[in-house]
Structures are given as C-alpha cells and as structure tokens.
C-alpha cells in the first residue's frame, strides 16, 4: 500500500481526470471496492444490516456508493445523512431505488431513529469527513460524533479513507473523532493516519484500488509504502519437499554474556519458527553450561571467554567457523564493557569489504552501541547491512536525542540510511524500514505487548533467518518485522492481555501468523 500526502493525493487524482478517469468512476470504484471489503469480511448467513454516515463531501459519495452496492447484494442499509443532500443527486437517487433508506440529521426524530439502527446494525461506515478538514470540529458533524460517544457496545466502525475528524497530514485528532476498528483507505494511505494520535484511533489498515493509473507522474515521486499481510505473503520464502536443511541456510548468531544468557536463545529459536536451516550460536565459554540443554536445535561454537564475556581472541574463531554461513547476527546480549568492546573492533576491522561472499549482518542491541564507538564504521561494514535500533539506540548511533528521533521517525530513518548506506529498521509503535535508496515501509502495527524484555532479540533472530534462506536484505527486514508485530498482537489474544506476554510468547505465536499467510498467497 503506498503512503502518500494530502496535496500528493488531489495531484495524483487530478493526473487521473486527464487521463479520462472520471471523478464519478473514481467514487464509483471506491464505493464498490468499500462494499466488497464489507461483504468479503462481514456477510452473516441471515439477515445483514450496515449504516453508514453519509458526510457532504467525497467521503459521503464514496459511503452511498458502498451501500447501494451493498443493497444489491441483499444487505438492509440505511444512510444517516450530516448534511441534507438533493434528492435529484444520482447517487442518492440510486440508493433508494434499491430500497435503502435514508435519514437527514435534520430530520425531525432523527436521533432516536439514528439510536435504532446503531443497535440492527453490525457494521457502521464512518464517511462523515475526509482530508480537507478543520479542527476542532462544529456543527452537525459534532454532534453526531458525540451522540455515538454516548453509545455503549457500537458495532464494528469501518472508516471511510479515515476516521472523520483526523487531520490527515499531520495525525491531529479532534477530541470527539470516532475509533475505528479498521480503516480502508482509497488509493492509497494517508500519511497522518501512521502518525499519533490518529494511528491509535484508525485500527487495522487497508487500501481499495479506485483506479488510478499507474503512469501517473506524482507515483514516481512516491517513496513510501504501508506493509500489508499480502505483500509479506508474497515474500515470503517458498517450502519444498525436495529440500533439505542446506535449502534453507547456515545462520550465525554471536551473542551472549553471563549477564544475559537468554538473549541468544531467544534470537536462535527466532531464526528457526522463520524456517532456517541450521544454526549455529558463536557463545562465551562460560555462559555454555547455563543454556546448553534449553535449545537442542543449535549448534554451538564456544568462544574464548573473560569473566562471562566474550573475549577480544574470538574474532579468530569466528572467522575461521564462517565457511558456509548464509546470514550473520551480532549483538544480543553481548554486553559494552572493555573485553565486549575490544572483541567487537576486532571482529569489524577483518571484515573484507570486497568479499562478494561475506555473509549479510544484522546489527542489533549492543552491537549498535559498540558501533557508534568507531569513527566512520558506517565505511567499515558491508553496504545494506541491517540495523535494528530503537529510538534510544538511534540517539546514540546519530548523537541526537530521543525526542528529536521520535518527533521525526521517518525522515530519521530515511535520512540516516541515505547518509550510512544501510538497512534502518527504527523499531517502536509504526515501525519504520528505511534503506539508502530513499525507498521506505512502515509497519502498521503497535502493541505494548512488545514492550518487554527480550522482544527484540526474537525480532532480530527472525530477520536472520529469513537473510540465511536467501531473501533480499531489505524484504527479509520488511517481513521479519510485519510477522514480529503481528506474532504480538497473536499473542495478546492467546493470552489475553498485552501486559502479561513474553518474548517466548511472541516466538510460539510466530508459526499461527505464518499459517495465516499462506492462505492469502
């Protein structure tokens, strides 16, 4: 799904008209693609009732549409109108000639008949307002808003390209703006709806095709992307029955100190549900008692070892074990202090940088800190190497604050991987993945069930897994991250509160999201 401005948006529809697409069959697109997204997801085998609040503008032409086309395919609908429309307008006249039924907020009675059908109803198609909006909102709109405030147990709000009341540019939110439980975007997403507050009120995000072309000239100036569950689908490494654990890569993970045992067991088990082949976990000696028995599918390689610590004389072993490794991981649990630091300039400054068959890295936890301590490592390391920070790592790499990092998470994140030439994966609540060509996603996923300790090992874990069966570097941080945020919203429901899952609740949920995506291949 590509993200987009509002000025991007009215340019690109603008493009369409002097193509010969309508504005009349671009609403009549976007209204039929509504429609099938409500039929596919909530057709009951009895009776189906949807309102929709019909607003002045696109958006309210866009709701009509759906609900006509939803009469026709055996729906009861009603419209309850903001503003009073022309009973000669097409579309409303459309709409009753298949039996919908329409009521004017004006009308007399209308709140009590608005009260009924809230409670027939199983879906409510929010179309009040779009993009062109002023905050803070007045009039009828208002009122209608507050009026479902007051309502308990609503069914389920579909927002209409996006929940009326949400500026959609910059993510600022009227007070009274009703929370959907998804949003189906038309076209393509709208940038302020990845931003908070609104993020939090447009729930699941979707997108419907209206039409436009895909040689119009505003597309080309469009770098950003939405991640949805098709396209993770769709990249996702193929299994045959012909294959074996060669088929699917040797991983590297160097990770690990007394301090934090469990890092490179959660990151191991991670790479495996993602489908490796073979792994195998570069360890200090002294941590190998501890975790030995917990993992039996790892291969170990024990490194030299100080105080519970890797030492600086495991870069020699490292390198002599890197035969025939597909994928690298370096960093979870790994520690900061003197030995940990040593090791780690040890192990950058041999990589050969013209080795065409040096594995790809991911560079997670510690080890991003450990970078910022060498000058230009940026230069050092393998381009398109991935790094994983969250904000407070990307305030170390960049020698900003965290606030200056969160209040611009995209530009940080596309801005920084132009300058060092890498893979950014800017973690937290909308996930950024940037990479140097400019080119970047966002997650739409955010749940506190991920704010634990540990969470982002797994995370790392599953990228590297995904790198060793041969994935682009940037499709396996893409889909790595979409199934990572979405084995935690698994999670908090197998569980039942976001407050209680931990890191292996995530890594068991992994394989039910998987399943899941097969069927939408």
């Known amino acids: 799904m590509r993200l987009v ?18 504005y009349k069959k671009m609403m009549l697109n976007a209204g039929n693609g509504l429609a099938e997204f409500v039929n596919e997801r909530f057709r009951l085998e009895d009776e189906n009732h949807t309102l929709g609040l019909v607003g002045p503008g696109n958006n309210g032409g866009d709701t009509l549409v759906a609900l006509t086309n939803l009469e026709k395919n055996g729906w009861s609908t009603t419209a309850y109108v903001s503003n009073p429309r022309d009973i000669e307008d097409p579309l409303v006249k459309e709409y009753l000639l298949t039996g919908g039924e329409l009521i004017n907020h004006s009308d007399e009675k209308s709140t009590s008949k608005f009260l009924r059908r809230i409670s027939m109803s199983q879906v409510i198609l929010d179309g009040l307002l779009g993009t062109g909006i002023e905050l803070p909102l007045r009039g009828c709109v208002l009122e209608i ?102 088929t699917y890569g040797t991983c590297m993970i160097i990770a690990g100190s007394i301090n934090y045992c469990g890092a490179v067991l959660l990151a191991a088990e991670g790479a495996y549900r993602v489908g490796a082949g073979l792994l195998k976990a570069a360890i200090p000696s002294d941590i190998f008692a501890a975790i030995a028995g917990e993992l039996p599918e790892v291969t ?22 890197m035969e025939k490794i597909s994928a690298l991981l370096i960093g979870p649990g790994l520690g900061l202090g003197d ?12 990589i050969d940088l013209s080795d065409r068959d040096f594995p790809p890295i991911v560079f997670d936890a510690d080890a991003l800190k450990l970078l910022a301590r060498i000058d230009d490592w940026y230069r050092k390391i393998p381009a398109g190497s991935i790094l994983t920070p969250h904000p407070g790592e990307m305030a170390v790499l960049t020698d ?34 940037a990479k140097a060509d400019g080119i970047y996603t966002i997650i739409p996923i955010a749940t506190s069930a991920l704010a634990k300790a540990g969470t982002g090992d797994v995370l790392a874990g599953m990228i590297t897994g995904l790198l060793g069966q041969g994935m682009d570097s940037f499709d396996a941080a893409v889909t790595g991250t979409w199934i990572h945020a979405s084995a935690g919203k698994r999670a908090t429901g197998r569980i039942g509160a976001d407050t209680s899952v931990l890191a292996s609740d995530v890594i068991q949920s992994i394989p039910g999201v998987i399943m899941n995506l097969s069927g939408t291949r």
Not at 339 to 350: A, L, M
């Open 5 to 22: 401005s509002v000025d991007q948006m009215r340019r690109l529809e603008n493009e369409a008209v002097q193509t010969g697409l309508s």
């Open 145 to 246: 808003l507050q009026t479902l405030e007051r309502v308990n147990n609503l069914p389920y709000v579909v927002a209409v390209d996006c929940p009326s009341g949400v500026n959609t540019d910059t993510g600022e939110a009227d007070p009274s703006v009703l929370p959907a439980n998804c949003t189906v975007c038309m076209a393509a997403v709208k940038q302020g709806i990845l931003q908070f507050p609104a993020f939090a009120l447009a729930g699941e995000i979707h997108a419907v095709d209206i039409g436009l072309p895909d040689t119009l000239p505003t597309w080309y100036e469009i770098n950003g992307t939405v991640t949805n569950a098709h396209e993770v689908a769709r990249m996702l490494p193929e299994r045959h029955l012909s294959s074996h654990k060669g």
């Open 300 to 321: 170990w390689i024990l490194l030299p070892s100080t105080e519970g610590g890797i030492n600086p004389d495991a870069a020699d072993v490292i390198y002599k074990r």
């Open 339 to 350: 030995e940990p630091g040593k090791f780690f300039e040890q192990f950058i400054s041999r």
């Open 400 to 433: 900003l604050s965290t606030r200056q990092i969160q209040a611009e998470r995209i530009q940080m994140a596309v801005e920084y991987s132009r300058k060092w030439g890498h893979i950014i994966i800017l973690k937290g609540a909308g996930t950024v993945i």
